[in-house]
C-alpha cells in the first residue's frame, strides 16, 4: 500500500516561512511528478507547486518567487519550502503524486491527507 504523509503545517504570522514536507511510504519503484495543491476554505483545490523526478518545476504565479518546491527522489520525498507568507495563502495543503510505481503496478493521482498552514497575526 502507497502513503503520502504530510507534515510541517501550523500557524504563523504574515511574512513567515514554513517548510512542508511529504514522503510517500511503500515499495515504491518510481515516481513522476510530485507536487503541492491546497484548498482554501470555500475554494477549489489548486495547484502550488511540481516537480518531475529529473527536477523541472512548475511554481503558480501567486506564489512564484515565494515558494520554492525541492524532492529527494532516493527516498521519495518532496519539499515546500514557503518564505513571505500571506494571509490569502491560509489552505490545507496537499501532497500529490501524479504517478507512481509499485511493484509493477501504476498509481495515478495518490494524495495525502492534508496539513493545515495558517497566515494570521
Known amino acids: 500500500q502507497v502513503q503520502l504523509v504530510e507534515s510541517g503545517g501550523g500557524l504563523v504570522q504574515p511574512g513567515g516561512s514554513l517548510r512542508l514536507s511529504c514522503a510517500a511510504s511503500?515499495?515504491?519503484?518510481?515516481?513522476?511528478?510530485m507536487g503541492w495543491y491546497r484548498q482554501a476554505p470555500g475554494k477549489q483545490r489548486e495547484l502550488v507547486a511540481q516537480i518531475t523526478g529529473g527536477g523541472i518545476t512548475n511554481i503558480a504565479d501567486s506564489v512564484k518567487g515565494r515558494f520554492t518546491i525541492s524532492r529527494v527522489n532516493a527516498a521519495n520525498k518532496v519539499y515546500l519550502q514557503m518564505n513571505s507568507l500571506k494571509p490569502e495563502d491560509t489552505a490545507v495543503y496537499y501532497c500529490?503524486?501524479?504517478?507512481?510505481?509499485?511493484?509493477?503496478?501504476?498509481?495515478?493521482?495518490?494524495w495525502g491527507q492534508g496539513t493545515l498552514v495558517t497566515v494570521s497575526s
Open positions: 500529490n503524486a501524479d504517478e507512481l510505481w509499485v511493484a509493477g503496478r501504476r498509481y495515478l493521482e495518490t
Open positions: 511503500g515499495s515504491i519503484t518510481s515516481i513522476n511528478r
